[in-house]
Every structure is written in C-alpha cells, then in structure tokens.
C-alpha cells in the first residue's frame, strides 16, 4: 500500500518524505495546533472535506508519525478518528489503529531509503546496531528514534530485545553515547554529528539542536582547527577542545536562533595562515513546531474543497 503510494505521488526516496506536503499535494487540508497532551491527533472525513490534525506541542519528528499515521487512516478508508499519543504502546490498540501504524512506518521508511541512510552512515555491513546508531538513522530519516527502532526491526536489523530497549529508553542516552561527553543542546532537540568531514557541511537545523565536528587531531603540528564567521547571531559556536579519547579535535555549535549561518571551519598555523578549510552552511529553522495550514487557511481550503 504505502510502496504503492510512493511510485503514484514519484516521491524521491533519497530524502526523508514530508507526509505534510504530500497531504497538501492530494488535496488534504492540514492543521498543527496545540491539542490536549496525551492527544497525538485526528482525522476527520466529513463529506468531501478531508483534514488531518496533529498536536504541534510533541516533539516536531513525532509530529511527522502522527500525520503519515492520519494519512494511513485516509488511504485504508477508515472514518473519522481521533488518536492517543499512547496508542502504540496500548494494549488495547485496535487493528485500525495497529493498520494505520503499519501504514506510517513503510511510508516513511520505505527499505530503499531505509538502506540508503544505513550506506551514508557506514552502518550498513554493522552486525549489530548501537541505541546511537538507531538515534542517527531516526534523524536522518526524520522519525523518532521508537519508530525507527521498530521499523529496524520489522527489516531484520535489531533484535526485538533491542528494539523495545532502544525504544523504551528514548533518545537521551544514545545521545550522550553519540556524544562521548555532556550535551549541550535542548533536552529535545537533535545531535549531529560529522567526524572527519571532507566536504563542505550543509544543514537543516532546528532550534536546540546541537551540531558535533570531529576532526583530526593537530596538536602536535603546532596547527588550529577554529571556526571562522562572522557573526554569531544564528550558532553559538564553541571553541577547539581537545577530545581526550581519541585524541581528536572538536567544535561545536547550539542553532539558538532562526536564520542562515554561512562560516568554516579552518585549520591555521599560529601564524594565521589558512591550511584547510571545511565551510559550513547551516540553516536554523524555528522550534515552533507550527506546520501546515493556520485554521483560517484550512477553514478557507475545505470551503473551496466543498464548493
Ligand atoms: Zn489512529
């Protein structure tokens, strides 16, 4: 079903799929609002008016399961409903519910881009997947770190032990397991890391999120990995501090604003000159999580839809 409806919309499978675009895109109005917590969202059918609603005060990738849930609820032809956050893990869950979950998972991570995120993260021969491992692939995939955990899982990668562990746990500690170190970015917001990059870093990242460089180390050489920028308004940037494990160097940033960020990191001699230079282009998104159409837009598209 979900495969189906990938090659029907041509959607390209090498990027994480925006289930809010593809709702506006067939005709679906979609509404973010704040919605009572323990209510992930609805779906409404009421005559030619379709609409989903998902509840913008959860995490934004939860939000992101929550409209491609809606979605399956729309395309496996069931009424209108509304949805409990804890709906996965009730006991209770009914086989609509449990069919519309089933439909989210393979819609937003199919295996073609399932396998491809495991390539660009070097995870793919791994025999065993790390709670860290399944954290990276759930950001680069755009789910939370749960579904990803299950959906690894449902495709052979992890053990259903690990799955629940991984699950149950959330994302803090693999996280700090990534890290190596303490975090310095909202409790909620996402980890990226780049280890030796070669090419130019080029990012999405939201306000809290916190973003990791590693390179190697120069200590030794009498050499400097620092950032260059020039204005500080959109990434707090953090100072070259030496990596004891490994003896790597790393800098770091904190999006705490929304804008563009263009800088580099340099390697430089105590001279100044400039050895190499890794450029950075970062682009913060805000952390309201407001997407998809204000009520006054969607009230506007179901008028038209019923027109
Ligand atoms: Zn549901």
């Known amino acids: 079903m979900a495969a189906r409806l990938h090659a029907r919309l041509a959607l390209d499978l090498s990027r994480s799929i925006d289930p809010f675009r593809v709702a506006e895109d067939e005709g679906i109005w979609v509404v973010a609002s704040a919605l009572d917590s323990g209510l992930a969202g609805y779906y409404l059918r009421e005559g030619y008016a379709i609409g989903i609603c998902v509840n913008n005060k959860e995490p934004f990738r939860r939000q992101r399961f929550t409209a491609a849930h809606e979605l399956g609820h729309h395309y496996l032809g069931h009424g209108s409903v509304i949805d409990r956050s804890d709906r996965v893990t009730a006991e209770a869950a009914t086989d609509i519910e449990i069919a519309a979950d089933t439909f989210a998972s393979a819609f937003l991570m199919p295996l073609g881009l399932m396998n491809r995120i495991l390539t660009r993260l070097d995870l793919r021969n791994l025999p065993v997947l790390s709670a860290s491992d399944v954290y990276r ?17 449902e495709l052979g990668r992890l053990s259903r032990g690990d799955a629940l562990d991984f699950s149950k746990a959330g994302p803090r500690d ?30 999405i990242l939201r306000v809290g999120d916190e ?92 008028r038209s839809l019923m027109a």
Do not use: C
């Open 211 to 302: 973003l990791v460089v590693d390179v190697r180390s120069s200590k030794d050489s009498g050499l400097n990995w620092v950032w260059d920028h020039h204005d500080q308004g959109t990434l707090r940037l953090g100072a070259n501090a030496p990596v004891a494990a490994d003896g790597r160097s790393r800098l770091w940033a904190v999006a705490f604003a929304p804008g563009v960020f263009g800088g580099a990191i340099v390697l430089t001699t105590s001279g100044g000159d400039t050895i190499e230079r890794i450029n950075v282009y970062a682009k913060v998104e805000t952390d309201d999580t407001q997407r998809g159409l204000s009520p006054r837009q969607a009230e506007a598209r179901v």
């Open 137 to 153: 692939l759930s950001v680069e995939a755009g789910v939370s770190n749960a579904a990803a955990a299950w959906r690894l899982w």
């Open 174 to 203: 693999a996280k700090r397991q990534l890290k190596g170190s303490a975090l310095l970015g909202a409790a909620r917001g996402d980890l990226r890391v780049f280890k030796d990059p070669s090419e130019q870093i080029d990012i």
